[in-house]
């Protein structure tokens, strides 16, 4: 989901920036949620039902509204172009399947069902959204007539209102450099066989710890997850704790050299 946009205006720019950045936030933590979903179905059967439900949530409280959004506030714009009306109302048909899929996975009669439901619901998205970011946005930012940071004036569901994390870039040198487990975690040998997992070296760098953050949310009290990574996560970890204090109980499964495995527990 990544492409080169040339905007009219400096301004533009840093709007194509603010929701590209939204769109991956999106994305990963829709990742993780379904990842967690489809791993709990084999691994932890009796957590799935909580991690469909949490996942219904997410679309309701996050996809939905940003689908709305875009709705009112950017393809009303593309749509009045001739080269873009065709786009926007596949577009429009994609938001009403979308809609469908949250709808089917609500009402899955089994897990399974649900897995599935989720897994489709995941590859839309990420498809809907790689348009908006290569075809709708650049459209738009590069029309003189239209102001795209004026379009996206106040609207919360679009740019986001999480607060900025580091960037991956940096979050990775530093943790490829960093030792340690970095304070707030018991280092123990728990049993994690039947745990869901997330192995985030298969995820994009750029949705990497928006997937995790995803995946942790769908945790539920009492529950654990195990997250399999490249290297020694302690940038993550730091921002589990801010994002969440004293939630969490982390523990090394593995230190490396190649793989590093971490229980987190939710307390």
């Given at each position: ?19 590209e ?5 999106l ?25 469909r439900?949490?996942?219904?949530t ?8 940003h689908?709305?959004a ?21 577009m ?17 009669p ?18 809907h ?13 590069a ?8 379009l ?6 679009l ?7 580091e ?40 949705l ?7 995946a ?40 490396g050299?190649e793989?590093?495995?971490l ?5």
């Amino acid at each position: 989901m990544s492409t080169v946009t040339f905007a009219s205006d400096p301004q533009d720019a840093q709007a194509v920036e603010a929701v590209e950045a939204h769109h991956a936030r999106l994305a990963g933590e829709l990742g993780g949620r379904v990842t967690l979903l489809i791993d709990a179905v084999d691994r932890d059967p009796a957590s799935a039902e909580d991690i469909r439900a949490g996942l219904v949530t997410f679309c309701e409280r996050e996809l939905v509204p940003h689908a709305l959004a875009e709705e009112s506030a950017l393809y009303p714009a593309a749509h009045g172009t001739v080269e873009a009306r065709l786009l926007i109302d596949g577009m429009l048909a994609e938001h009403r399947r979308i809609a469908e899929l949250v709808d089917a996975l609500r009402t899955a009669p089994s897990p399974a069902r649900a897995a599935s439901d989720a897994r489709a619901l995941q590859v839309l998205f990420e498809e809907h959204l790689s348009k908006e970011n290569e075809l709708v946005l650049p459209l738009i930012a590069a029309s003189p007539d239209i102001s795209l940071a004026e379009l996206l004036g106040g609207m919360h569901e679009l740019l986001g209102g999480h607060a900025h994390l580091e960037s991956e870039a940096e979050s990775e040198a530093e943790g490829e450099k960093s030792g340690g487990c970095g304070g707030g975690c018991g280092c123990g040998g728990s049993d994690e066989a039947d745990v869901p997992e997330l192995d985030a070296r298969a995820v994009p760098h750029a949705l990497r710890h928006a997937t995790v953050f995803g995946a942790l949310d769908a945790v539920a009290p009492g529950r654990a997850m195990v997250l399999v990574a490249p290297h020694d996560p302690l940038p993550l970890l730091r921002q589990v704790e801010a994002r969440d204090p004293g939630v969490f109980r982390v523990e090394y499964v593995e230190r490396g050299p190649e793989t590093w495995r971490l229980l987190f527990t939710r307390r």
